[in-house]
Nanobody
Framework: QVQLVESGGGGVQAGGSLRLSCAVSGGPFNTYAMGWFRQTPGKEREFVAA????????DYADPVKGRFTISRDNAKNTVYLQMNSLKPEDTAVYYC?????????????????WGQGTQVTVSS
């Protein structure tokens, strides 16, 4: 049973930073591409960032490009999302996802395993 557990969410003022972590267990983490998505009430889950199995290649949604950084530590079975220069519109529940492929994807349907989500609230 593959499990993903996010941590690091919370409240921050606009312009601040947060670092999300996602610990993965129960599967071959170093063969999975990993992604972060976010969702606000009444909206579909949207792609934020993704990283390939090795960490060599990343992909970002335009609204977060230049502010967020995704990375992974295969020795720790953990993926991170460093979020800087946060804006109120970044407020959402953030989800970590694992894909049983080595390469990134942007559609949520392309991911096989999901965490429970962590709330990020950015106040103005």
């Amino acid at each position: 049973q593959v499990q993903l557990v996010e941590s690091g969410g919370g409240g921050v003022q606009a312009g601040g930073s947060l670092r999300l972590s996602c610990a993965v267990s129960g599967g071959p983490f170093n063969t999975y591409a990993m992604g972060w998505f976010r969702q606000t009430p009444g909206k579909e889950r949207e792609f934020v960032a993704a990283v390939t199995w090795s960490g060599a290649s990343t992909d970002y949604a335009d609204p977060v490009k230049g502010r967020f950084t995704i990375s992974r530590d295969n020795a720790k079975n953990t993926v991170y999302l460093q979020m800087n220069s946060l804006k109120p519109e970044d407020t959402a529940v953030y989800y970590c996802a694992a894909r049983r492929q080595r390469w990134t994807a942007r559609r949520s349907v392309d991911y096989d395993y999901w965490g429970q989500g962590t709330q990020v609230t950015v106040s103005s």
